[in-house]
T-cell receptor, first 116, second 113 residues
Framework: KAGVTQTPRYLIKTRGQQVTLSCSPI?????VSWYQQTPGQGLQFLFE???????NKGNFPGRFSGRQFSNSRSEMNVSTLELGDSALYLC???????????????FGAGTRLSVL | AQTVTQSQPEMSVQEAETVTLSCTYD???????LFWYKQPPSRQMILVIR??????QNATENRFSVNFQKAAKSFSLKISDSQLGDAAMYFC??????????FGKGTRLHILP
């Protein structure tokens, strides 16, 4: 069974541009979460989607948005990029929403975004 | 607001020895979950262990066990018989049901051969 796939692995953008990152969950998983990891702020939760609906949102500005498609694949978009958006963006999928004992999150390897 | 604190930015342990990583958290809730995640140099986060706050028994997963002290709001991770493959960044995390997860800043663990 393929794991969580994030594309692209690396991305370089300039300030003011926008970017779209993609996440393909493990087959059969319906929940997808996104995280931002930076040296300064650490690991921070961005969004959680289940069945195409946003279930939870972290404390990020409106420039950060996401969506989930009917096949559970998810994308996140960052508009008007700032230098501080340089980070590793991680995606995780799980079978279901919530914190049931068997509902484990599996992470992708991340997309490294550099904003110049 | 809930916070998670990992007071040890870096730790080292000799191979085959035991090491304990500390984590404290702040919450006024009684129903929540605690996690330890491992992030090796490959960047892929892996769930190591989880603990439901309503369970008094400490969770264990093979060489990994936790010491959950609910009153003290402490959730430490013990790694027994440390192996070279245990070298990674370890994150402690807290989550209330139906709410977002909050991570600590992490502890980088080095394994000395």
């Amino acid at each position: 069974k393929a794991g969580v796939t994030q594309t692209p692995r690396y991305l370089i953008k300039t300030r003011g541009q926008q970017v779209t990152l993609s996440c393909s969950p493990i087959s059969g998983h319906r929940s997808v979460s996104w995280y931002q990891q930076t040296p300064g702020q650490g690991l921070q939760f961005l969004f959680e989607y289940f069945s195409e609906t946003q279930r939870n949102k972290g404390n990020f500005p409106g420039r950060f948005s996401g969506r989930q498609f009917s096949n559970s694949r998810s994308e996140m978009n960052v508009s008007t990029l700032e230098l501080g958006d340089s980070a590793l963006y991680l995606c995780a999928s799980s079978l279901d929403e919530g914190l049931g004992p068997k509902n484990i999150q599996y992470f992708g390897a991340g997309t490294r975004l550099s904003v110049l | 607001a809930q916070t998670v604190t990992q007071s040890q930015p870096e730790m080292s342990v000799q191979e085959a020895e035991t090491v304990t990583l500390s984590c404290t958290y702040d919450t006024s809730e009684s129903d929540y979950y605690l996690f330890w995640y491992k992030q090796p140099p490959s960047r892929q986060m892996i769930l190591v262990i989880r603990q439901e706050a309503y369970k008094q028994q400490n969770a264990t997963e093979n060489r990994f066990s936790v010491n959950f002290q609910k009153a003290a709001k402490s959730f430490s991770l013990k790694i027994s018989d440390s192996q070279l493959g245990d070298a990674a960044m370890y994150f402690c995390a807290y989550r209330r049901r139906d709410d977002k997860i909050i991570f600590g800043k992490g502890t980088r663990l080095h394994i000395l051969p």
